[in-house]
């Protein structure tokens, strides 16, 4: 019957309005006899609609009427939505299970009844539906029935993933108990001999099947009472190879699925049934890591369920040992990455299961975190992933937002690869290229709108997720560290603290256990974390001068910030962030003091995007600072908050030159020496300049508004001129103005003036801050010239007073704040007293000398071993940075590579003009930065500067560490110290003096 063209074309839009793609077929089979009672009916199209695919649920439905010998189908199909959706729902997601249908229309009465237990079933009402396949070609239709029935509650949302997956396992079970039965029933007298036990391994060992897998087994057998060990091995091989056969192999009704053994001992090599004792044996001394970890899923499902469960009991201690092993972590790090490395290109982006971001990267990431972590914890031994992972966040050792979001991921995947294995129940694990399949793959998975797009969109979103998590929690350092933890020290209970207190050098054991029993005692997630972090920080701590100290200051820490829900994810998550704070919180005072001044400072110990312990540019502290004082109601709140960047960054920088000096297990400590120094010189001298450049903003905008009575410029010297601060160093500074254009000098003068004097204020007011010293010392005529001069002040005195030691301190003039002209017009200006065109006289010469002479004999402090003094003593800090300077003052005017303010670039200059030869250059420069590490130590450990070594011994041990000696050779340090500046003033003395 043909439809007029007027219903047909409403008709037409009907069908396009309810999801079919081909609507002229559509019309068509509408029109065929099978449906000719109910084509128009509303409630048929909206149930067709509702579906994956409603083209191929119509045609599902034509096919499985046709076979129908009476109407009684139909009748059901209209009546009963729960029936008509769930049978709908099957044949506009399965082309196979329609097949089946269409194969055996009875079948389509396992939809019918929606009775209690018919909502989630076990294994036994599985065995029931399969109990009368007494051959593989009955067992093939009878596990499709049931089949059936789970991708009805799948497809129409009754179960969720997880509930679908358990099923498909539980069927498996079932039919796996059906194939040893028709294999027992084949062979009588084989069954008669031994005993075997089927071991489900993989996603059905962990109650997680898919649609089509692999179901992965190892078979356990055993003689009876009275039977030859070998015969009945023999029988049991037998059996097992049946049952294997009854579900791998095609028949018409084609294959179940494929059972694979090689999950056994030697894998395809070895036999495929051992006695318990001889995998016992093998587990014990021949088997991989990768083994241990398939063992996670390790489940009796079938056979003597008796003896299956006496090899679990039996494998399972070495399973939780199997962290132990040395290597573990990075054993199964390889193992992942051996595995993406297998894929073909071609299939790369399409692989849900094995490529980046995709279902293994978050059952890879589980189980590794299972099998470090379930030693002691054994709410962590469930084989089902998303069991596994809430047993990890609710353990506090993976955060709950990532668990969260991987969990949500991994139910997406999952489901994605559901539904594309159950369209023609095949085993695949690629995202179809095809755009019907991906509308198909979307519209089953909800996503209506714009399937492919929506689909597409959701599917990189979750895969995104899963690789950045995977990547966070899988390859973080403290697993390794944990792992290698030895039995007994994951947990640690009061004695086997005390005892590895002792052992680890803890000086006052007593108030070290009662710090970890503050830390770790209660049921708080607080506590859980770090009950397993601290027998990794306890051995970290010990690996400095003073562990004491570090687990104290760690205890503060946590103290005001265990409350903070990212401190303690940050420690867990962070790559190396763990460590990174147990160097710095046992590496001496200065770090500890500054973080505890403001202790969300520690996120700067993460490796986030944030660029963590990276030094930051002048340009941009400047930036903040600047900012942040604009922000500020006045001068003091203005330049407060300049000193609560600049302490920020002092603890970056310190942490930095910490883990750097100490080195992490993940990266090595910094061989260049020199490096060290330079970097901390510079980000030191960086943040000193932009916090003088916030305060003088602040105290500018307080007392003139936009604009001072006079342009205004601070000019660094000595180490801040030369990129060379310390962490303990005062700002040696010049002031400098010019009036503006109508401004008398005297109103220029006092504007000056005024602002040196609150700048000098504000930064020495009492605060938690440390404060910042500015020295003026080295203007003209010293601490008895005024603070601050006008450029043609400067001019004059320079002019007809200037002294040979004034003209030397210029050397390392440069401006670091204020006006930027002025600045430059003030280098200009001293450019030819430190550079003088004709070099230096005689006389000039002997005075500097004398000056030298004069300095090392009246500042040496009473009492010190001038030989260890890192300033004045010989081959320290002067000597080698006078002997440059006065190289630089002879022929900085001919050679433009020494008009520099940075010592050690100076004397690369001076090498490479010929000055001094390569092996004296690296003489001097080795004794410079050993003096200057040592400085930067002292002030480290002690937390106030010093020039010379400490004399209390854990202090002098502590420089030691930092400087890369091991416990027990302070003494190789001062020996090595004295032998290279001896060197240096060798040097000197001839450079220097005899030149």
């Keep these: 019957m043909t439809a007029a063209p007027g219903r047909r074309s409403s008709t037409f839009t009907r069908l396009l309005r309810h999801g079919f793609t081909d609507p002229s077929g ?127 509650r799948d497809v129409c949302g009754t179960t969720d993933l997880a509930e679908t997956a358990a099923e498909l396992a539980d069927l498996a079970t079932a039919t796996l108990r059906a194939a040893l039965a028709i294999a ?33 087994v190892i078979f ?64 014990q001394r021949w088997a991989k890591t990768w083994e ?168 990189k979103r979750h895969s995104s997720v899963v690789r950045r998590l995977h990547e966070k929690l899988f390859y973080r350092p403290l697993l390794d560290a944990v792992a290698q933890l030895g039995p007994g020290e994951i947990r640690l209970s009061a004695g086997a603290a005390r005892e590895r207190l002792v052992a680890l050098g803890y000086a006052d054991p007593g108030s070290a256990l009662r710090h970890l029993e503050a830390l770790a005692s209660g049921v708080t997630r607080k506590a859980a974390i770090q009950r397993t972090l601290l027998p990794v920080l306890l051995g970290w701590f010990a690996e400095s001068a003073d562990p004491d100290a570090g687990l104290l200051n760690f205890r503060k820490v946590s103290d005001a910030l265990g409350k903070t829900p990212w401190y303690l994810r940050l420690l867990r998550d962070e790559g190396a962030a763990a460590e990174n704070l147990a160097r710095v919180l046992s590496a001496g005072r200065l770090a500890p003091d500054l973080l505890m001044r403001a202790p969300e400072a520690v996120a700067l110990l993460g490796d986030g995007d944030g660029g963590g312990l990276a030094r930051r540019e002048r340009a941009g502290l400047e930036q903040e600072i600047l900012a942040a004082v604009g922000r500020a109601e006045g001068a003091v709140q203005g330049v407060t908050a300049a000193r609560g960047v600049r302490r920020r960054e002092l603890f970056r920088t310190a942490a930095a030159d910490i883990v750097g000096s100490y080195g992490t297990e993940t990266q090595p400590a910094e061989p260049d020496q020199g490096a060290l120094v330079d970097r901390v010189g510079a980000a030191v001298s960086d943040l000193t300049a932009a916090t003088l450049a916030g305060t003088l903003r602040a ?20 180490r801040f001129g030369g990129h060379e601060l310390g962490y303990g160093s005062d700002a040696d500074v010049l002031f400098v103005h010019e009036p503006r254009e109508g401004v008398e000098e005297r109103v220029a003068s006092e504007a000056a003036n005024k602002v040196v004097s609150e700048m000098r204020r504000l930064l020495q007011i009492s605060s938690a801050d440390p404060p910042l010293l500015i020295d003026a010392d080295l203007r003209p005529e010293g601490k008895s010239g005024p603070l601050v001069r ?22 390392r003039a440069e401006p670091v704040a204020g006006d930027e002209e002025l600045g430059h017009r003030f280098v200009e200006l001293i450019a030819p007293l430190r550079y003088p065109e004709a070099g230096l006289g005689d006389d000039a010469v002997r005075e500097i000398r004398r000056l030298k002479a004069r300095m090392e004999s009246e500042r040496m402090p009473r009492g010190a071993d ?78 106030r500067a010093g020039d010379t070594f400490p004399t209390e011994a854990r202090e002098l041990a502590a420089v030691g560490r930092y400087l890369g000696y091991g416990p027990g050779h302070a003494g190789d340090m001062l020996e090595d110290y004295r032998r290279t500046a001896r060197r240096a003033r060798g040097v000197v003395e001839e450079l220097f003096y005899g030149g």
Excluded at 241 to 250: A, D, F, I, K, Y
Excluded at 887 to 907: E, F, I, K, S
Aim: with cysteine.
């Design 790 to 811: 006008s450029l043609t002040s400067y001019a004059a005195y320079y002019r007809r007073w200037s002294l040979v030691w004034e003209a030397q301190a210029l050397l």
């Design 184 to 216: 027992r029933a084949a062979a009588p007298e084989d069954a008669a001999l031994c005993r075997l036990a089927v071991i489900a391994m993989g996603k059905c060992g962990g109650h997680e099947l898919n649609y089509v897998s692999d179901v992965d």
């Design 292 to 459: 241990f970890q398939a063992l996670l899923k390790a489940r009796p499902v079938a056979g003597d369920l008796e003896l299956g469960e006496e090899y679990v009991a039996a494998l399972e201690p070495l399973v939780w040992k199997a962290a132990e092993r040395e290597n573990f972590v990075a054993d199964v790090q390889k193992m992942r990455r051996r595995v993406v490395e297998n894929i073909p290109v071609a299939e790369l982006d399409r692989q849900l299961k094995l490529g980046p971001g995709g279902l293994r990267d978050v059952e890879f990431a589980v189980q590794l975190l299972q099998l470090v972590h379930g030693r002691e914890d054994g709410s962590l031994r469930s084989g089902t992933t998303l069991k596994a992972l809430h047993a990890l966040a609710a353990g506090g050792y993976v955060g709950r937002a990532d668990a969260a979001q991987l969990d949500d991921a991994y139910r997406f995947l999952r489901s994605m690869e559901h539904r594309i294995q159950l369209y023609r129940l095949r085993r695949t694990h690629l995202v179809p290229e095809d755009e019907a399949d991906l509308r198909r793959l979307g519209r089953s998975l909800g996503l209506r709108a714009d399937p492919v797009t929506e689909l597409n969109r959701e599917w």
């Design 699 to 718: 105290v500018v905008r307080e007392g003139w508004g936009d604009t001072l009575p006079t342009r205004f410029a601070v000019i660094g010297m000595g």
């Design 866 to 943: 001038p030989k260890l003094h890192t300033k004045l003593g010989p081959g320290g800090l002067s000597d080698v940075e006078w002997t440059v300077q006065l190289l630089q003052m002879r022929h900085g005017a001919q050679v433009p590579g020494l008009r520099t303010t940075r010592t050690r670039a100076a004397l690369v200059a001076a090498r490479d003009a010929g000055f001094i030869s390569a092996d004296d250059a690296q003489v001097l420069d080795e004794a410079w930065v050993l003096a200057t590490r040592v400085r930067n130590a002292v002030m480290l450990v002690r937390g």
């Design 26 to 152: 559509a019309e068509r089979l509408l029109e065929s006899a099978e449906l000719s009672g109910v084509r128009n009916d509303p409630v048929l199209l909206e149930a067709l609609g509702a579906t994956a695919d409603p083209d191929l649920a119509l045609l599902g439905l034509v096919r499985l009427l046709e076979a129908q010998p009476d109407r009684e189908l139909l009748d059901t199909v209209i009546a009963a939505k729960p029936f008509r959706d769930r049978l709908l729902g099957v044949l506009g997601a399965s082309e196979a299970l329609a097949e089946h249908l269409a194969r055996h229309p009875a079948d389509w009465q396992a939809l019918v009844t929606y009775e209690p237990r018919d909502l989630h079933p076990g294994v036994e009402e599985f065995e029931r539906g399969l109990a009368e396949a007494t051959d593989p070609v009955a067992l093939r239709v009878a596990y499709r029935r049931c089949l059936l029935s789970i991708a009805a």
């Design 220 to 283: 356990v057998g055993e003689a009876v009472d009275g039977a030859d060990e070998g015969k009945a091995l023999r029988a049991a091989t037998k059996l097992a190879s049946h049952m294997m056969r009854v579900c791998s192999e095609t028949t018409v009704e084609g294959s179940i699925w494929p059972v694979d053994a090689n999950l056994r001992p030697e894998g395809r090599n070895g036999p495929l049934v051992r006695t318990l004792s001889s995998h016992l044996a093998y587990y």
